[in-house]
């Protein structure tokens, strides 16, 4: 069974740091590239953050900077380390994994992922 599992979110005062993990289980991430996007109330799901098999990442404008992504494939983990925290950052954020040749650019874009996490709330207080 192939599943994303999300952790690592929470509550924390603007200016703060947060680090997600997805962890992968069904499947191994080594052959994926790795997203990640979020989700604000009332708002679109957004691309935040890629990664690919060679660990080429690509982030939104909003995140560059402050953000990093990497992986782990001896642990099936991907990890995004979120600093400088804003309350714009909060959303539920989930990551997202789409089979991909070796050498291939990551992109943001929703439907070139098939499968997906629950997702992990992240709020961000002013």
């Known amino acids: 069974q192939v599943q994303l599992v999300e952790s690592g979110g929470g509550f924390v005062q603007a200016g703060g740091s947060l680090r997600l993990s997805c962890a992968a289980s069904?499947?191994?991430?080594?052959?994926?590239?790795i997203s990640w996007f979020r989700q604000a109330p009332g708002k679109e799901r957004e691309g935040v953050s890629c990664?690919?098999?060679?660990?080429?990442?690509n982030y939104a404008d909003s995140v560059k900077g402050r953000f990093t992504l990497s992986r782990d494939n001896a642990k099936n983990t991907v990890y995004l380390e979120m600093n400088s925290l804003k309350p714009d950052d909060t959303a539920v954020y989930y990551c997202?994994?789409?089979?991909?040749?070796?050498?291939?650019?990551?992109?943001?874009?929703?439907?070139?992922?098939?499968?997906w996490g629950q997702g992990t709330q992240v709020t961000v207080s002013s």
């Open positions: 069904g499947f191994t991430l080594d052959r994926y590239t």
């Open positions: 997202a994994a789409a089979l991909a040749p070796w050498g291939l650019a990551c992109h943001l874009t929703k439907a070139q992922y098939a499968y």
């Open positions: 990664i690919t098999r060679g660990e080429s990442t």
